[in-house]
C-alpha cells in the first residue's frame, strides 16, 4: 500500500541530545513537508522541500535541520537548539501541482526529558 | 497577510443533529481550501478540497463544505452527525507564490457529538 511512513512513533530524549525523525514515502510525490503540533496551535510549518537536494525553511525552523537527498525519504533533526522540543511531528507528501492537498504520516511523538 | 481563521474551540452537537465547523480565510487570488480530520494520536486524514465551481464541495464520511467568497468562508457540515465523527477538524489554505508553496492551518476545532 501506498504511504508515509515516521518512525519512531514515540521517542524520548534527554535535553541537549540531536534527535533524527524518519519520514518515507512511496507515493512518488516530489514536495515533502514536516509540521509541529501543539495544544491550541494547529500545525506549524518547519521545512518543506519540493525537489530533491532543495529545502526551503518554514515558519519555525530555527533548531531543527532536514535534508532531501533521495526523493522518498526527508529526515527530520531536532537538535539541542531547539528550545521546547517535545511536541508531535508530522511529516507530509504532496505531488508538487496544484491543487496540492497533503497526504501524511501517522506522526512522531518527541517528549525531551 | 495570508491566512485561516476557526473561531470555534470547540463544537458540541447530539447526534443525528447537523453540525457546522466553522472556517474563514484570507488569501490573494483564487483559494484553494481543505479540510482534514485528526482522531487522537494519529495523522490528518484528507476530507474534501475546494479548487472552483461548484460552492458546495461533497468529500469523505458524508460531510460536504460550502465555499463563500464574499463572506471568505468555507464551513464544513454534515446533515446527521455520528458520534465516531467526534475528532479534531483543520482547516487549511493553499498559498504558493514566488518560491513558496505550501499550506497553512488553522487552529483545529475539536467536534463533541454527544449520544
Known amino acids: 500500500d501506498g504511504g508515509i511512513t515516521q518512525s519512531p512513533k514515540y521517542l524520548f530524549r534527554k535535553e541537549g541530545q540531536n534527535v533524527t525523525l524518519s519520514c518515507e514515502q512511496n507515493l512518488n510525490h516530489d514536495a515533502m513537508y514536516w509540521y509541529r503540533q501543539d495544544p491550541g496551535q494547529g500545525l506549524r510549518l518547519i521545512y518543506y522541500?519540493?525537489?530533491?537536494?532543495?529545502?526551503q525553511k518554514g515558519d519555525i525552523a530555527e533548531g531543527y535541520s532536514v535534508s532531501r537527498e533521495k526523493k522518498e525519504s526527508f529526515p527530520l533533526t531536532v537538535t539541542s537548539a531547539q528550545k521546547n522540543p517535545t511536541a508531535f511531528y508530522l511529516c507530509?507528501?504532496?505531488?508538487?501541482?496544484?491543487?496540492?492537498?497533503?497526504?501524511f504520516g501517522e506522526g512522531s511523538r518527541l517528549t525531551v526529558l | 497577510a495570508q491566512s485561516v481563521a476557526q473561531p470555534e474551540d470547540q463544537v458540541n452537537v447530539a447526534e443525528g443533529n447537523p453540525l457546522t465547523v466553522k472556517c474563514t480565510y484570507s488569501?490573494?487570488?483564487?483559494?484553494?481550501l481543505f479540510w482534514y480530520v485528526q482522531y487522537p494520536n494519529r495523522g490528518l486524514q484528507f476530507l474534501l478540497k475546494?479548487?472552483?465551481?461548484?460552492?458546495l464541495v461533497k468529500g469523505s464520511y458524508g460531510f460536504e463544505a460550502e465555499f463563500n467568497k464574499s463572506q471568505t468562508s468555507f464551513h464544513l457540515k454534515k446533515p446527521s452527525a455520528l458520534v465516531s465523527d467526534s475528532a479534531l477538524y483543520f482547516c487549511a489554505v493553499r498559498v504558493s507564490f514566488w518560491n513558496t508553496d505550501k499550506l497553512i492551518f488553522g487552529t483545529g476545532t475539536r467536534l463533541q457529538v454527544f449520544p
Open positions: 507530509a507528501s504532496s505531488t508538487g501541482s496544484l491543487p496540492g492537498e497533503l497526504f
Open positions: 522541500s519540493q525537489i530533491v537536494n532543495d529545502f
Open positions: 488569501v490573494s487570488g483564487n483559494p484553494y
Open positions: 475546494y479548487i472552483t465551481g461548484d460552492n
